[in-house]
């Protein structure tokens, strides 16, 4: 069975915290990855793509690492506005259970 | 641009009814796809629908059915109706049919007593 795995958290951390989530996945001819956010009770946006030489969008950076079959996203200087759910997607439409993060004044 | 809509926005059945859900994709995009989320877990898939035929399919029941019309506008539909299946329903819009960036609708939460 093909699936994506991510720790649930949730992740509390302060204004200005670096986090960082890891997603692992099974199928091991995956091309595509992506990560969404969620925020409550409203649909997932897309965050960014992940590329096989990894991306990195302001704040944000992404991570493919092959050999391990997981993908990463970085959040760097963490704001009150990245309170969120994260769900990392893998190829043709599956969806991890998704992380939660709290940034905290 | 109007990004992607789905019509209702909530909607409350009793077991063993049908429902039907719509969604319209952005304008220039052929696909859609369908899912369903339930509290505290990710999107699960059901359908994929390009170019008016379906692409891919999750592990979902026979109940569930699904059809892309001409103008790439679609229809998810739910027969028998259980209990289990309250969840916010979600559509998504994408260009093509691989594994592109999905643009989501705001869902329609489904309650079935």
């Known amino acids: 069975r093909k699936e994506v795995e991510q720790d649930p958290g949730p992740f509390n951390v302060p204004e200005g915290a670096t986090v960082a989530f890891n997603c692992t996945y099974s199928n091991s001819a995956s091309q595509s990855f992506f990560w969404y956010r969620q925020d409550c009770r409203k649909e997932p946006k897309l965050l960014m793509s992940v590329y096989s030489s990894g991306n990195e969008d302001g704040r944000f950076t992404a991570q493919l690492n092959r050999a391990s079959q997981y993908i990463s996203l970085l959040i760097r200087d963490s704001k009150l506005s990245d309170s969120a759910t994260y769900l990392c997607?893998?190829?043709?439409?599956?969806f991890g259970p998704g992380t939660r993060l709290s940034v905290l004044p | 641009d109007a990004g992607v809509t789905q019509s209702p926005t909530h909607l409350i059945k009793t077991r063993g009814q049908h429902v039907t859900l719509r969604c319209s994709p952005i304008s220039g995009h052929k696909s859609v796809s369908w899912y369903q989320q339930v509290l505290g877990q990710g999107p699960q898939f059901i359908f994929q629908y390009y170019e008016k035929e379906e692409r891919g399919r999750g592990n979902f029941p026979d109940r569930f059915s699904a059809r892309q019309f001409p103008n790439y506008s679609s229809e998810l539909n739910v027969n028998a109706l259980l209990l289990g299946d309250s969840a916010l329903y979600l559509c998504?819009?994408?260009?093509?049919?691989?594994?592109?960036?999905?643009?989501f609708g705001p869902g329609t939460r489904l309650t079935v007593t």
């Open positions: 997607v893998e190829g043709n439409f599956v």
């Open positions: 998504a819009s994408s260009p093509g049919r691989g594994a592109y960036e999905q643009y």
